[in-house]
């Protein structure tokens, strides 16, 4: 098994752009969800879905659009990048009814 | 809303132990977590406790909880170059959504 596997590891974008960050994991884990890392700020939960076709909001989620439309993959959209999202993301699944998160390696995503 | 806190920092000497402690707000708090982040990479989880323990040991690992004082520590025996990185307490409540909050992360620093 592969794990959560997140991408890309690194990308810069300019205010306004678009992009979608990916995430698949091959656990067939029915919880996923996004985190943004910023420092001194631990983790803050963005969206996060039960299952294919549900997803539901976070802490932070303006900004950010997510669809599950598969059990594997659960991108995460920027539909206009902002400098405020300049921050490391991180994707992580769980069984259902299992404490233990799975996290990817993360994406680092500067917005100039 | 729930609250984890951490302190930001901690430095000790090779071979020394290491304590670090979190505070969490949460009083229907089920499981609660010491998860490691080693530079560049996601989060793994270490070692979890159920609310209903109040002590749990795994090799150089040992989590206390207080559950009346709301306090959650981790000590690692004999502290190692390697265990330098960040280590995040994290709780989830009731209810059984397994949404974890976590705190901002206490970076261990582990010097010669």
């Known amino acids: 098994n592969a794990g959560v596997t997140q991408t890309p590891k690194f990308q810069v974008l300019k205010t306004g752009q678009s992009m979608t960050l990916q995430c698949a994991q091959d656990?067939?884990?029915?919880?996923m969800s996004w985190y943004r890392q910023d420092p001194g700020m631990g983790l803050r939960l963005i969206h996060y879905?039960?299952?294919?076709?549900?997803?539901d909001q976070g802490e932070v989620p303006n900004g950010y659009n997510v669809s599950r439309s598969t059990t594997e993959d659960f991108p995460l959209r920027l539909l206009s990048a902002a400098p405020s999202q300049t921050s490391v993301y991180f994707c992580?699944?769980?069984?259902?009814?299992?404490?233990?998160?799975?996290f990817g390696s993360g994406t680092q995503l500067s917005v100039l | 809303g729930e609250d984890v806190e951490q302190s930001l920092f901690l430095s000790v000497r090779e071979g020394d132990s290491s304590v670090i402690n979190c505070t969490y707000t949460?009083?229907?708090?089920?499981?609660l977590y010491w998860y490691k982040q080693e530079p560049g990479a996601g989060l793994q989880l270490l070692t979890y406790i159920f609310s209903n323990m109040d002590m749990k040991q795994d090799q150089r690992l040992t989590v206390l909880l207080n559950k009346k004082d709301k306090h959650l520590s981790l000590r690692i025996a004999d502290t190692q170059t390697g265990d330098s990185a960040i280590y995040f307490c994290a709780e989830t409540g009731a209810g059984g959504s397994y949404i974890p909050t976590f705190g901002r992360g206490t970076s261990l620093i582990v010097h010669p």
């Open positions: 949460d009083s229907s708090s089920t499981y």
């Open positions: 879905s039960v299952g294919a076709g549900i997803t």
């Open positions: 656990m067939n884990h029915e919880y």
């Open positions: 992580a699944s769980r069984p259902r009814s299992n404490e233990k998160l799975f």
